[in-house]
Structures are given as C-alpha cells and as structure tokens.
C-alpha cells in the first residue's frame, strides 16, 4: 500500500498478527484491478515458514453496503456461504477470518490465495487451458448441483438470505431499472416477454446468482474455487444455469454456450449425474434471457454508482454501457432480423486545428503507447478503460447524430406524434409498461432491433452480439 494508506496498512499488520499462524511481517498488499463492486486485494505476509500469500475481500473502501433492491447478502454472509460451499465439496478457498470493526479494515473477510485464472477472456483463449477447457462445462454442471443441495436451513442461511421466486426476481429488476429514470425501451419489451413466459413451479434452493466465467479460479486442474458470493439467494436453480450461458461471459466465443469454453448438454449431463434432476432446456433458456436482461439493468445501475459515488472510477462508468450488449443479446435471442447499419460520418473539416475527435485520438494513443506499457496491476487496467472509452467517443462523434436522427424518424412514424427524440422514447417505454403496445409488433421489433444494433455500434463492434446482429457471425 501507498503511504496514504499507512494506517489501513497499520491496521491490517496488527489483524494478521492475530491471525496468521508464525506472522512476521506485512511484505504486501496489492489491491487488484477485477471486482466492479467489491475490492479485492492481494496480500504476501512473512511467517515462521516463509512467505505466504492470502486474499482480503472487501466492501468498497470497508464502508458498509448501502440497503436497496438488490438484496446483496453482505460480505458477512459471503464469507459464510463459502465456509458452507467447501463443507458440500464445492472448490473453495478457506476462509481464515472475517473483519471485525476492532480490527479497523471496515467490513470484508480474509482467506487463503489460490493461484489460477479468473480472467474471462483468457480462460476462452489461454494455450495453458487448452486441455482442460472441454472438460469445465460438466464440472461446472457437478459443481451447481452440489450448491443447489445445500441445505439452507441447517448452515443457518435461510436466515441470511432473501427468497425471490422467477416473477418477484423480473419486477425487482424492472423496479430497479425504473428507479434509474431512464427509457431504454428494449429493456421494458424484455420485461413483458420475461412476465409471460414465466417457469412454473420451479424447485427452491440456494443460488449462487452470480456463477460464470470470470467468478471461477481456473487452472489446468479445472475448477479450483467458486468466487463472489455477494449476490446469494434463495430462488429457482436453474438461474445459475441460465446465467452462466449468458452471452456477456462467453467472452467472444458465441459458438461455445456455456461461459466460451463448453456446450449446454456437457453443463446438463454433469447437473443431472450429481442431482439427479433432469433439466429443462428451455426453463434454462428464460434464465438466460432474464441474464441479458438483468445484466442490462445492473450496466446501468453501474453508470448511476459513477454519477453519485462513492466509487467514481472509470471502470464504472465503462461497464454502464455495456448495458446496450446485453441488450443487443436480447434482440437476438427475441427478435433477431435484418438491421440497417449506419456508415460512419468522415471527418474532413478544415476549420479546427485539431478536431475534437482527433484529440480524443491523441489521448487514446498516449494511453495506450506510454502510460499503459509503463505501469502495472490496477493503473494499467484502468489506463486500458480509459483508453477503450475515448474509442467510444470517436464512434459517438462519427454514428452518433445519424443514429439519434433515425431513431427520432421511427419513433414519431411508430407513435404518430411529432415530438423530440426524448419524449418520444418515454413516449414508446410507458406504451411498453402499461401493454399497450404488442410485442408482435413488426414495426416495434424492427425499431427496437435498429436501434439497439446501431447502438451497440457505437459502444463495442466488437461484441460477438453485434456481429451476430448484422449476420457478421
């Protein structure tokens, strides 16, 4: 840690003195560049036996975790989840000690280190996994099954979590992302799709909720730990089926269902050997809608963490829009169809000197060719966020004006009102939530899959979702 942060490092120095076995001394602690919503730290302490390295997981800045609609278990209840999960044989690392407010570090849990992968894009691609990737799927499956049959009342964590059966799960997202006081009207046809298509009489059991590729410790052994507990409840399994089908964590590969690197029947085969329970692929299939459409809103609610704090990283303000991946995933899965791309304006005015797109250009470089190749762990990766958003902005200045005039041109041919771009599109997303606008609605799907697409072009062409959008798959 830096010097300003030498009375946390004080802190954590007396806490590990109390809790590693032989403690000497505080080598390190690294605060690592992954976990959009808690912090992650990587530790190397000095022991009688010689150094050993652990992890400390916690909220951001140790400040207690706002109450609010998504229920999140707390890192409390994180830490006992995982204590729980390694008891039924689930790959886990051990948690040595969850904070206490005498120890000063705020709230979050120390555990053991566990070296592997969790690096999304390259468990898909690394050479080193390239044996062991067709085997995760089926462990993946062995692995949710034994999850799903821990007994939540006996471990004490029926008391701990909330219970959210497939309806309440889709309005409290709806509820969340009407909270945000912003019309994406793709996100409200995906809700009216999801309330009639709802799974009945699912099972009840404990879900991880956030099961995917990125949350898991790969190395060439498998599976080495399931991380990231934050978001446990108590609900319909086959979520956790679903989620990790989800495009958003197939990084890339679209061909390969299950997190890029495995296929859907591997993923059910190991399910049903372990709990015997045969799945229902298309119960599977409204779960990983509902994934695009969950992940939608939480892009979003990440944008809103950036506007009011108390973590206003650039990181935040990126994944905000990733909201228009997802929601490019749901157009595909929905309402998948032709789509008239927008060519890019060429900038050739001679007035400015330099153009604004060309000093967002100058930025990007300097990010990307200097700083980035002479720093390292967090500043590195938030130097890459950065550059990727003034990326954005080059796109925005080149689509953006044509994309909001076409939007502007169907939404008063759909509604038959001549109003401006935004009241229009409240105009479109009220008509959606009260049901008067029909989902089989050619000239809605065909509005809403232009501009999602034309979106998306401006926030990453690159997602394997676009390209399927406009047939590049």
């Known amino acids: 840690m830096t010097d300003s942060h030498a009375p946390v490092e004080a802190s954590l120095r007396d806490t590990l003195a109390r809790t590693v076995d032989g403690f000497r001394e505080l080598v390190s602690c690294e605060r690592l560049s992954g976990g959009a919503s808690q912090e992650t730290y990587r530790i190397v302490v000095a022991t009688a036996n010689g150094e050993q390295r652990l992890a400390m997981r916690r909220t951001p800045g140790g400040l207690p975790a706002a109450e609010g609609v998504s229920h999140r278990a707390g890192i409390r209840t994180e830490a006992l989840l995982m204590q729980c999960a390694r008891e039924a044989g689930v790959p886990e690392p051990q948690v040595l000690h969850v904070l206490e407010p005498s120890d000063g570090l705020g709230e979050g849990f120390l555990m053991e280190w566990i070296d592997g992968e969790t690096l999304g894009a390259r468990v898909v691609r690394s050479e080193a996994l390239s044996e062991v990737r067709p085997l995760l799927a089926r462990q993946c499956g062995e692995i949710l099954a ?11 964590l029926a008391e701990q979590l909330h219970t959210q059966d497939p309806r309440a799960f889709v309005d409290t997202t709806w509820e969340a992302y009407r909270w945000l006081d912003t019309p994406q009207p793709m996100i409200d046809f995906t809700a009216r799709w999801l309330l009639d298509h709802l799974p009945s009489a699912p099972r009840r059991t404990l879900v991880h909720n956030d099961f995917r590729n990125g949350n898991l410790m790969i190395s060439g052994q498998g599976v080495m730990a399931v991380l990231d507990w934050e978001i446990a409840h108590i609900g319909d399994p086959m979520r956790d089926l679903g989620w990790i089908c989800t495009n958003s964590w197939r990084f890339g590969r679209r061909d390969l269902e299950v997190g890029g690197f495995g296929h859907i029947e591997d993923l059910c085969a190991g399910y049903e050997s372990v709990s015997g329970t045969t799945v229902d692929r298309d119960h599977v299939r409204f779960w990983e809608v509902f994934g695009s459409f969950w992940w939608a809103v939480g892009c979003l609610e990440m944008a ?21 991946e997802c929601q490019a995933d749901c157009v595909n899965l929905l309402i998948p169809g032709p789509v008239e791309r927008i060519i890019p304006e060429s900038f050739n005015s001679t007035l400015d000197m330099p153009r604004i797109d060309e000093l967002a250009q100058g930025v990007r470089d300097l990010l990307r060719e200097d700083i980035m190749p002479a720093s390292e762990g967090r500043l590195q990766f938030l130097s890459r966020v950065a550059a990727n958003a003034l990326d954005i902005i080059q796109r925005e200045l080149a689509i953006g004006p044509e994309h909001r005039r076409r939007e502007h041109q169907r939404l008063r041919a759909l509604l038959g009102k001549d109003d401006e771009l935004e009241p229009l599109r409240w105009q479109l997303v009220k008509a959606l939530r009260d049901t008067t606008n029909s989902l089989d609605s050619a000239d809605l799907t065909e509005h809403l899959r232009a501009t999602v697409v034309n979106q998306i072009a401006i926030d990453q062409p690159r997602y394997s979702g676009f390209r399927a959008a406009v047939g590049e798959d």
């Open 146 to 156: 034994r999850i799903h049959a821990i007994d939540v009342e006996t471990t004490g």
């Open 304 to 324: 809103n963490h950036f506007r009011t704090g108390p973590d206003r990283s650039i990181e935040r303000a990126a994944i905000g829009r990733r909201t228009s």
